[in-house]
Structure formats: C-alpha cells, structure tokens
C-alpha cells in the first residue's frame, strides 16, 4: 500500500460551527510530559511533525500532563506548525480566580493569544469555569469550550451539561473495551449538536495486551485495517456521533498507523458488530 497522504485524511464538521478537523488527533498525558529530556524531547518533536505532515491537527493536553503543555507550545513553535493546529487544553482548578489565572498560564506555554477549545478537565468546578468559558468565547480569547471525563461512571454528569445543547465538545472514553458512552452519552451529543472527542481509544494501551501474538481477522481488509490500531480506531470512527480520537503517543510510526486510520472506508453499523463480537472472543 503507498503511504498514506495528509489529502486523504477523513475530515469530521464541529456541529455548532461546520468547520471541519481531521478526524484523528493526538493526545499528550504521558507522552509530552518530557521537559529536561533531550532524547525524549526529540522523539516528541518527531511525533508532532509527523502529525502535521500527515494531515492530523488536533492536539490535547492540560494542566495536568506536567510539562506537556510547554513542550507542546515550544515544540510547536520550533517547528512552525503553530498555524496549522488545532490546540486543545484544559481547566483543571476549582474557583473563578484560580481557574483564569491557570487558563491564561497554559496560553502563554502553549505560546498561542487564542485557544481553538478549553475544556473543563473530569468536571472539576466546571459550573464556575463555563461560565467564565462562555464570556471568553463571547470575546474571542477560546473558540469553542466543553467538558471532558475519562470514566463510566461520570458519563451521566457529562449527559446533565451537554444536553441544554452551548457546549461545543465533550470529550470522554469510548473504545471496543469501553464502549458504555454508545447507551446514552453519543445520542444525547447528536441531540445537542455537540462535538465528540474521544479520549483512552486504547484503554490506555491495555487493548494492545488483548490481542497480543494474534493476527487481524482476514475480513479487517474489507474496511483497510492493517493493524490492531487501525482496528480499534476504525470501529470508534464507525459511530457518527464521533468527531475526532486522540490516540497517546510520543511515537512517531505510531501517530502514522493511527492517522492512517482516518482514511478509507470505515465500518458500518453490522461491520462495528462483528468487530466488537471478534474482540470480544479474543
Ligand atoms: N479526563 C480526561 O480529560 C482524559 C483522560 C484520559 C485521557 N485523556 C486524553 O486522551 C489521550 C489518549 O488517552 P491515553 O493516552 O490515556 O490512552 P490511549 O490513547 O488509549 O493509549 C495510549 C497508549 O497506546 C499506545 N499506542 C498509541 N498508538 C499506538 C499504536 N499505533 N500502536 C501501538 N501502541 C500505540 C501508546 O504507546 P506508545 O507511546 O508506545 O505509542 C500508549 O501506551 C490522552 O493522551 C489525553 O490527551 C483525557
């Protein structure tokens, strides 16, 4: 197979606005938090332009990932990509003042004067910071705001704010190993035109355990999989209500794999049942 082109990335409409963003990012917990190691530095800057290079555009952190904003925000000015992303973070502080003040210190390590998305991180005083968020948007200083949590049991917390339908994004988990946001969360974001990123697509890497030493099923050809990535990635993009997953990675042929995902075919609703039925057999 010729190696994949950033023209042929399959792009996903924001709801609220009908922009469009590539359909698979990056997510930065872990994987960014290397300030002061040159080799690892260096490994993330690799995986940042390949990113870019292969059309993907949205990057994830938060005040929580230790220095992965900074890293992102330095790495990203270095190599002159800065224009080209689509910069997520989030809020994660309780009280108005805290929260501005922990908001505009993750701007100036991003090194940007306006976030494309703030997210409140796993609901933290969210009432507090969205009301803030909201007046940022009005302003231009975010773009678009949301929520974010990556747990089950918060999934009906996520539901109470994105149904009265101004939030633009939730972000939650939602893989072939932790499918429950389908139930209700995934309708309720197409009711509410809400914007869906999709966090943990590999339960953390705990799914690449699963299915260790054991090969693809013959029929993943049919929807271009060519590897367990692509797999996972494919069944998650399959359901509508997803706009874009944000695989972890400081892994440059990692963040090619996954981006190759965003291309080609992708399963339909029997195809998403016969692939959850095989991963569940294994
Ligand atoms: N509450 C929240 O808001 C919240 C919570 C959790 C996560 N998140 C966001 O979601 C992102 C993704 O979640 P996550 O990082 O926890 O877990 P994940 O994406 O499910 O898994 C990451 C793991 O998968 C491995 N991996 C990535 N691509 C691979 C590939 N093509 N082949 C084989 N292994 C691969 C990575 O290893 P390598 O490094 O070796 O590639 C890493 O160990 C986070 O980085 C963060 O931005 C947000």
């Not at 220095?67 to 997520?88: D, M, N, R, T, W």
């Not at 210190?105 to 933290?124: F, T, Y």
Request: charged share 25%; glycine share 8%.
């Amino acid at each position: 197979m010729p190696p994949a082109r950033a023209a042929d990335r399959i792009l996903r409409p924001i709801p609220k606005s009908g922009e469009t963003i590539p359909a698979v990012g990056l997510g930065t917990w872990q994987a960014f938090d290397v300030a002061g190691d040159a080799s690892e530095t260096a490994q993330a800057r690799e995986t940042l332009k390949a990113l870019v290079e292969l059309g993907g555009r949205l990057i994830d952190s938060s005040p929580m990932y230790g220095s992965a904003e900074s890293v992102s925000g330095q790495l990203a000015e270095e190599l002159g990509v800065k224009s080209k992303l689509f910069i997520a973070t989030k809020v994660w502080t309780s009280g108005k003042q805290a929260g501005i003040r922990q908001m505009e210190d993750s701007m100036r390590k991003l090194r940007v004067e306006r976030l494309d998305l703030m997210q409140v991180h796993n609901l933290v005083d969210a009432g507090t910071h969205l009301a803030t968020l909201r007046e940022w948007r009005t302003a231009g200083r975010v773009r678009y705001l949301g929520v974010t949590h990556y747990h089950a049991g918060a999934h009906g917390d996520l539901e109470k704010y994105i149904r009265p339908g101004d939030l633009d994004f939730v972000q939650v988990n939602y893989s072939l190993a932790e499918p429950e946001a389908e139930r209700r969360l995934l309708p309720a974001a197409t009711a509410s035109r809400t914007a869906v990123i999709v966090n943990r697509p590999f339960a953390e890497g705990a799914m690449f355990g699963q299915v260790k030493g054991k090969a693809l099923p013959d029929w993943a050809k049919e929807i271009g999989c060519e590897t367990w990535a692509q797999f996972f990635l494919k069944w998650i993009l399959g359901h509508p209500a997803v706009t874009c997953v944000i695989p972890g990675t400081r892994n440059a042929k990692h963040v090619a794999d996954n981006l190759a995902a965003a291309s080609g075919t992708l399963p339909d609703e029997a195809m998403r049942r016969k692939m959850a039925a095989h991963f569940a057999s294994l």
